[in-house]
């Protein structure tokens, strides 16, 4: 009875990886799981009609870093010795 169980399992998995083998390419060409690479010209966003390119939004992100990281830096306090 064991033995049964065991070879059933197996067909079980076979099953189940033919049925992914064959679920993974369709969906992976169908543009699913992203679009053309992404260039300088590529618009990320639209506001109001307006494209927001890929280069200006990484743009405004590292400001925005930069600014809260300096934001942070000043306002932890100083660990160094006063002389």
Same mark, same amino acid.
């Given at each position: 009875m064991l033995q049964a169980m065991r070879a059933s399992? *197996?067909?079980i998995w076979i099953i189940i990886v033919v049925l992914f083998r064959r679920w993974l390419p369709p969906r992976s060409t169908s543009g699913l799981l992203g679009r053309a690479p992404v260039t300088s010209t590529t618009?990320?966003?639209s506001v *109001?009609?307006?494209?927001?390119l890929a280069t200006t939004w990484y743009q405004a992100t590292q400001n925005l870093?930069?600014?809260?990281?300096?934001a942070a830096i000043r306002a932890s306090p100083s660990t160094r010795d006063s002389d």
């Open positions: 399992a *197996n067909n618009a990320v966003a *109001n009609g307006e494209d927001i870093e930069q600014t809260r990281l300096s």
